[in-house]
């Protein structure tokens, strides 16, 4: 019996122990994934607090920088949000003596480059004593020069690529196609012209004279904001709403530009700054991924055969 009282607590010992080394890891675990959840809410914390906003050094004297590089478009890096919430923070600051917006860019959507352009001509007015400037690198077309003209001045390198003031919607048609595969289009629309240039239709003479004047529409927007941004300092030519491109040393003799200049040259010697402060609005890979596999991908790849295009 006394044997049987020692087997039955040794067994009790080893179930008791075997309970706090299991209640042990338990605890270890817990604390491991609360220090881990600890460091991911740090994380996104660093990555969501603008450091420039809170740094001591905000009010010394220096030139705001702005970059627009790439494409113009709404699910793009280079989109109105994103571009004008770091010009209004480069105004808003008091410590910068003048704003530098960079452009890098081959053009895009004529909404998104007017939504900037305006905002510039916003802010100007607001500041008016705050110029801003735009520094062109290697291009600044169509709807990169939409933007561009609405700054003080424009500065280039000789070899830039500047102007294409121009419009243009493109697509395809795919109707010999289809003839020679034997494939049939089979459409259904509620209103007649709900298969607006369909390219898997023959085109529709009615329907082409209708875009061509939506294209000439907005071609005179972008004609008028250029002349109202350079004013008496372009020279026109017949050419020069064409659509064509020009050096930057060609853009400055046709009023286009003004001189050259680089970030550097620009915050030192026009806006007499040493520190050039970068307030670009950066997207984290979380929020680029989104805008490109977002769930209006499948819409956005329709819309994009018949998506206007400052180009």
């Known amino acids: 019996m006394a ?9 009790l010992e080893k179930v008791a122990l075997a309970s706090v080394a299991e209640q042990r890891r338990t605890r270890r675990w817990g604390i491991f994934f609360k220090l881990l959840g600890f460091a991911y809410l740090t ?16 009010q010394q004297h220096h030139a705001a920088l702005v970059e627009l590089t790439g494409v113009i478009q709404a699910k793009g890096d280079a989109n109105a949000d994103d571009v004008v919430s770091a010009l209004q923070a480069a105004f808003d600051d008091k ?10 860019s081959p053009g895009g959507s004529p909404v998104q480059a007017g939504i900037i352009a305006d905002e510039i001509g916003r802010l100007r007015a607001k500041h008016a004593a705050k110029p801003l400037y735009v520094v062109v690198e290697d291009v600044c077309a169509s709807g990169g ?9 424009i500065f280039v390198d000789k070899a830039s690529i500047i102007g294409s003031i121009g419009v243009l919607m493109d697509g395809f048609g795919f109707t010999g196609s289809m003839d020679k595969l034997g494939i049939e289009r089979r459409l259904l629309t509620a209103g007649e012209n709900k298969g607006f240039l ?23 927007q972008f004609i008028d904001v250029v ?13 020069m709403f064409s659509g064509l491109m020009w050096t930057g040393a060609r853009s400055i ?21 040493e520190e050039i402060r970068d307030y670009t609005v950066k997207p984290n ?19 994009a055969l018949t998506q206007f295009s400052v180009r």
Do not use: C
């Open 145 to 153: 020069y939409y933007v561009a003209a609405a700054a003080d001045k």
């Open 43 to 58: 994380v996104v914390l660093l990555t969501l607090v603008d450091w420039n906003t809170m740094s001591p050094e905000q």
């Open 95 to 104: 410590g910068a003596a003048g704003v530098i917006l960079r452009i890098n």
């Open 285 to 303: 890979f979380a929020e680029k991924f989104a805008r490109r596999f977002g769930a209006d991908a499948a819409a956005g790849l329709a819309n």
């Open 198 to 220: 369909d390219p898997f239709s023959p085109q529709n003479e009615r329907h082409k004279t209708h875009a061509q004047g939506m294209l000439d529409d907005i071609h005179r």
């Open 227 to 239: 002349r109202k941004g350079r004013g008496t300092r372009l020279k026109e030519t017949p050419e």
């Open 253 to 273: 003799e046709l009023g286009l530009a003004d001189a050259y200049g680089t970030v550097d040259s620009v915050a030192r010697d026009v806006i007499k700054a």
């Open 3 to 11: 044997e049987d009282g020692n087997w039955e607590r040794k067994v």
